[in-house]
């Protein structure tokens, strides 16, 4: 068997078994390794630069509306934990606990934080005092906790890595305007730089976050149907301000508690993006978060070789001055047809090839991951073609994802139809709901799928509940969920 067939062949097909491929490119493509612990897993150079890409782009949009980051201590006294009884429960079966320390028992267990709205709460006590301190608008990168049952890399770790923001202010329309206005910034994201489709809305009580008054959440489709929630925000009200006595004297000098909120997404971001573009030839990345958006390929035979590799090199130094995060394979002991699989593989959005016909005709060879396009273009306008084409794989992905949604998403009328459409297809489905607890547990209990959010532009609104066939009070998108 030949090293180029050898090499595809030691994907799963999606069509056979979707979470073996998951596991084998996340895997091959060097993302992550297993670690000794139980459910962690160690994030590779490849992997963690999708973070770190993801990362620098959230903070910058996060400093744009004015958020400013700190870090917080990873241990939380137990009795943090007791201020909030909603709170506590939601987090008790995932909480992992420091009993002992410096070879002593300690006087007071600490969990190993699961989230952090308990220690901001704390210190937002000390560190707010009047009208004048607020808004206080405050971002933590770090990591968090939470010993899952069952686990898969990215997707559900019991550790990983994610961004929490925590917000206090004066009244509750502004700590609603603020919690909305981050729902927007992690849509936004999302879409424009992961090129993952999302629907917002806001979750019914039984998926509400532990605490909160309210959750809203973006939900994305994955190619096996299922969703993923890529981010949520939660107006807390009062609850924690009474809990903690975050208190301020308002302009009229009487005091008050404060109004606060919540936001966060997580390195699940990762896994969605894998799930929302790769195929079955591996990785599939969108060129704004991609680690390497080109990569260049010298071909042609050995006696041209060092005349060739020279030229890519100088063109090489013009595309990364210009921004443009590119790296050179010009290893000798492979084929080019094993490096056309190994990168695209990988998910780098564009390869470029130059040989030595290339270098007399003065262009080169530019091929899309996605679609397979090739286009030959001039070297002397090598920079604006690579960011031309760049662009059209980041708003094709998009698009592509957005079709593949809409194909998957179904309107149901009744239970049967939903179990029905569960069995037989993969995706999305709409239907009514009245609004009764009950309702929402007999659709998780017969069909495994689980409220997602109530969409706040539902593109059909439903007039009967599914389950018991009353007037429905919400229109809600249901499917099965990582």
């Not at 990215?154 to 990983?160: A, D, G, N, P, Y």
């Not at 981050?182 to 509400?208: C, D």
Request: some cysteine; glycine content about 6%.
């Amino acid at each position: 068997m030949s090293k180029d067939k050898q090499f595809v062949t030691e994907i799963t097909p999606q069509g056979e078994d979707f979470s073996r491929w998951y596991i084998d490119v996340i895997k091959k493509a060097e993302l992550m390794d297993y670690s000794p612990v139980r459910g962690c897993i160690v994030f590779r150079p490849e992997g963690y630069e999708l973070w770190e890409n993801i990362q620098r782009d959230l903070d910058r949009r996060f400093k744009e509306t004015g958020h400013r980051n700190a870090y917080f201590p990873l241990f939380i006294p137990e009795s943090f934990f007791q201020k909030e009884k909603e709170h506590v429960e939601g987090f008790n079966p995932e909480l992992p606990w420091v009993t002992e320390a410096a070879g002593e028992k300690l006087e007071e267990r600490l969990a190993i934080r699961p989230t952090s709205e308990t220690m901001f709460g704390h210190m937002y006590a000390k560190w707010i005092q009047s009208y004048r301190d607020l808004p206080l608008l405050i971002n933590q990168w770090a990591n968090v906790v939470r010993w899952e049952k069952r686990t898969l890399p990215f997707l559900r770790t019991s550790e990983f890595l994610w961004q929490e923001g925590h917000t206090a202010h004066e009244t509750e329309d502004e700590a609603r305007e603020e919690t909305m206005k981050m729902l927007t910034v992690y849509r936004e994201f999302v879409e424009e730089f992961l090129a993952i489709p999302v629907i917002e809305g806001e979750k019914t009580p039984s998926e509400r976050f532990a605490g909160a008054v309210n959750t809203y959440s973006i939900e994305a489709m994955m190619k096996d149907g299922k969703a993923v929630q890529a981010g949520t925000s939660h107006y807390l009200g009062t609850k924690f301000a009474v809990a903690f006595d975050i208190k301020y004297l308002d302009r009229e000098n009487t005091l008050q508690f404060a109004h606060t909120t919540s936001w966060g997404v997580s390195t699940r971001l990762i896994g969605a993006m894998i799930m929302v573009h790769g195929d079955d030839r591996g990785l599939a990345l969108p060129p704004k978060v991609a680690p390497t958006q080109v990569i260049m390929i010298p071909i042609g035979p050995a006696k041209t070789r060092e005349q060739v590799v020279g030229r890519v090199d100088e063109l090489h130094a013009e595309l990364k001055k210009a921004g443009i995060r590119v790296k050179v394979d010009d290893r000798s002991d492979v084929s080019p047809g094993w490096k056309f699989n190994e990168y695209e593989m990988r998910g780098v959005p564009l390869r470029l090839e130059l040989g030595p016909r290339d270098m007399e005709n003065g262009q080169v060879v530019l091929v899309s991951r996605v679609s397979g396009e090739k286009r030959i273009v001039r070297q002397d306008n090598l920079i604006a073609e690579v960011e031309s084409m760049l662009a059209d794989i980041q708003r094709d992905m998009y698009e592509k994802a957005k079709k593949f949604r809409e194909d998957n998403f179904y309107d149901v009328e009744t239970l049967d139809e939903m179990k029905t459409s569960m069995e037989e297809k993969r995706g999305f489905v709409l239907a009514g709901w009245c609004g009764s607890a009950a309702c929402e547990k007999q659709v998780k209990e017969e069909t495994g799928a689980t409220s997602r959010n109530i969409p706040f532009e539902p593109e059909k609104k439903k007039s009967k509940c599914l389950v018991c066939g009353d007037h429905a009070e919400h229109t809600v998108v249901f499917a099965r969920a990582y």
